[in-house]
C-alpha cells in the first residue's frame, strides 16, 4: 500500500497492520516497556509502510510523568464530579490513554465561570481534554493552542468535535413501544434543560407522541432518582389519566417507579415506566430502558484528542432498547 495513502495513520492502524494491541504498539515505537524484538521490528515496519508519524501530543503522551489527558465535566457544583457516568467516562478514557503510558486527571468546569476550560486548555501538563456536560459556552472558551485537542461527549462545535449516545433514536425506540403497546398518554421528564444534547430526546418524544395524535406532556428533570420522584407525583397531579412515564435517565425512572408504586399506582399495568442508559440497577429492577454505551463514547472522545484530528464534527453511537416488566 502506497504511503501516500496513509498520510493520516493513526497508531491503531499500525497497531492493526502489525497485529498488536495500541497499548503494544505504543510500547514498541516509543521504546518503553515490554516488548520482544520480533513486535518491535514488525509494528516499526508497520508504522514505515503507513507513513504513521506521531503528532506532539501523543509523543508527549508517551512519556512517563508528561501530560495527561484531562476529563473535564461541566456542571453548576462540584458534586457533579460524583456522578457514576462520570466515573465510566473517566476508566475509559484512562484505558485509552494508557496505551501512551500517560494518566487521566479530573476536574470541574463550572457553568457559571467558563474559563476554566480556557485555563485548563493552557496548562502545559495538559496533552488533550475530554469535555463531558459541554455548553456553548463553554467550547466557546476553548484556547487557540488548545484547538485540535479537546473533544466533547454531548454537542461539540466545528472546533471541537463531538461523541454521543443517540439519545434521539433511542427515545424514538422507547416511545414507540409505549405507543405500540397501547399507550396513548405517555409523560415526560427530561433530562438537566442546560444540557443541548437534551433537546434531541425531547424533540423525538414529541415527534413520536403528536405523530400518532397524543399529547404531549413534558416535566424537566435532572437526571437524578430524587427528581424522578417529584416528577411522577407531579404528572399525576397534572394529568391522571397518564399511562406511561418515560424518563431520559434509568435514575429518574427508577425513582418514577418508586414514587408511583408508593402512590398506589400499578406499574406496569395502570401506568408503563421506562428509563434511558441501562445502568446495572435497571436488570435487577426489571427496568424497560435503552442502552448508552458510555465506555465506547468515551474511548472515542479520548482517542479524538489523542490523534489531534477534526475530521468528523458529530459521531452519534447507536441506542437499543431493552425490554423489562416496567413497560
Same mark, same amino acid.
Given at each position: 500500500?502506497?504511503?501516500e /495513502? ?7 492502524d499500525v ?6 494491541s ?6 514498541a515505537?516509543?521504546g518503553r516497556?515490554?516488548?520482544?524484538a ?10 514505515? #509502510? ?8 501523543a509523543?508527549?503522551?508517551a ?13 453548576r457544583?462540584?458534586h457533579?464530579?460524583? @456522578? ?13 490513554a494508557?496505551?501512551h #503510558? ?19 486548555? !493552557? ?35 466545528? #472546533?471541537?468535535?463531538?461523541?454521543? &449516545? ?62 424522578g420522584? &417529584?416528577?411522577?407525583? #407531579? &404528572? ?5 389519566? $397518564? ?12 425513582? /418514577? ?5 408508593? /402512590? ?9 415506566? /421506562?428509563?434511558? @442508559? *441501562? ?9 424497560? $430502558?435503552?442502552?448508552?454505551?458510555? !465506555? !465506547? ?14 475530521g &468528523? ?11 423489562? *416488566?416496567?413497560?
Amino acid at each position: 500500500m502506497a504511503r501516500e /495513502a496513509w498520510r493520516g495513520a493513526k497508531l491503531a492502524d499500525v497497531a492493526r497492520a502489525a497485529g498488536v494491541s495500541p497499548a503494544t504498539a505504543s510500547r514498541a515505537l516509543s521504546g518503553r516497556g515490554p516488548a520482544s524484538a520480533a513486535v518491535r521490528a514488525r509494528v516499526a515496519s508497520a508504522a514505515r #509502510e503507513l507513513g504513521y508519524v506521531p503528532n506532539a501530543a501523543a509523543r508527549a503522551l508517551a512519556t512517563r510523568g508528561g501530560p495527561r489527558v484531562a476529563v473535564g465535566v461541566g456542571g453548576r457544583s462540584a458534586h457533579v464530579l460524583a @456522578d457514576p457516568y462520570v466515573a465510566r467516562v473517566v476508566a475509559a478514557a484512562a484505558r485509552v490513554a494508557g496505551a501512551h #503510558e500517560a494518566g487521566v486527571s479530573l476536574h470541574w468546569l463550572p457553568l457559571h465561570d467558563p474559563g476554566a476550560l480556557a485555563r485548563l486548555g !493552557e496548562d502545559r501538563g495538559v496533552g488533550g481534554i475530554v469535555v463531558v456536560n459541554p455548553t456553548p459556552e463553554l467550547l466557546a472558551a476553548v484556547p487557540r493552542a488548545a484547538r485540535g485537542r479537546v473533544a466533547a461527549i454531548g454537542v461539540g462545535t466545528r #472546533e471541537v468535535p463531538a461523541f454521543d &449516545v443517540d439519545n434521539g433514536g433511542g427515545t424514538a425506540s422507547v416511545v414507540a413501544h409505549l405507543l405500540s403497546s397501547g399507550r396513548r398518554r405517555i409523560a415526560m421528564v427530561t433530562g438537566a434543560a442546560w444540557l443541548p444534547c437534551v433537546r434531541r430526546a425531547v424533540d423525538a418524544y414529541e415527534r413520536l407522541v403528536g405523530g400518532a395524535g397524543c399529547p404531549a406532556r413534558v416535566v424537566p428533570g435532572d437526571f437524578t432518582a430524587a427528581r424522578g420522584e &417529584v416528577a411522577a407525583l #407531579e &404528572v399525576l397531579a397534572r394529568w391522571p389519566d $397518564t399511562d406511561a412515564v418515560y424518563a431520559l435517565g434509568d435514575l429518574s425512572a427508577l425513582g /418514577a417507579l418508586g414514587a408511583l408504586r408508593r /402512590a398506589g399506582v400499578d406499574v406496569p399495568g395502570d401506568v408503563a415506566v /421506562a428509563g434511558f @442508559d *441501562d445502568l446495572a440497577v435497571a436488570s435487577p429492577s426489571r427496568l424497560t $430502558t435503552s442502552t448508552n454505551p458510555v !465506555e !465506547e463514547i468515551a474511548a472515542g472522545a479520548a482517542v479524538a484528542v489523542l490523534d489531534r484530528y477534526r475530521g &468528523v464534527p458529530e459521531r452519534l453511537y447507536p441506542s437499543t432498547l431493552v425490554l423489562r *416488566d416496567s413497560a
